[in-house]
Nanobody
């Protein structure tokens, strides 16, 4: 049974940075595509970034050049480095395993002065 646990969210000022982590268990992590979604207040959940088992990445247009997804297969962890944060990045961020369609519980990111 795949389990995902996110961490690293918090309150940050506009222009600041945060790094989210997602610790995975219960799967052969190295062969799974992983991703980060977010859901802002009153908005639908949207895909922010995705990384394949081979390390290929893709991003939503709204975060390109600011966010970076990466993975550490030795530690079964996927990261989302978020730079130049904007108030519109405020959302609950969820980690996702695309093979099992499993989600974490989410971590809140609030960008505000």
């Amino acid at each position: 049974q795949v389990q995902l646990v996110e961490s690293g969210g918090g309150l940050v000022q506009p222009g600041g940075s945060l790094r989210l982590s997602c610790a995975a268990s219960g799967s052969i992590f190295s062969i799974d595509a992983m991703g980060w979604y977010r859901q802002g207040p009153g908005k639908q959940r949207e895909l922010v970034a995705r990384i394949t088992s081979g390390g290929s990445t893709s991003y939503a247009e709204s975060v390109k050049g600011r966010f970076t997804i990466s993975r550490d297969n030795a530690n079964n962890t996927v990261y989302l480095q978020m730079n130049s944060l904007k108030p519109e990045d405020t959302a609950v961020y969820y980690c996702c395993n695309f093979r099992s369609l499993t989600w974490g519980q989410g971590t809140q990111v609030t960008v505000s002065s």
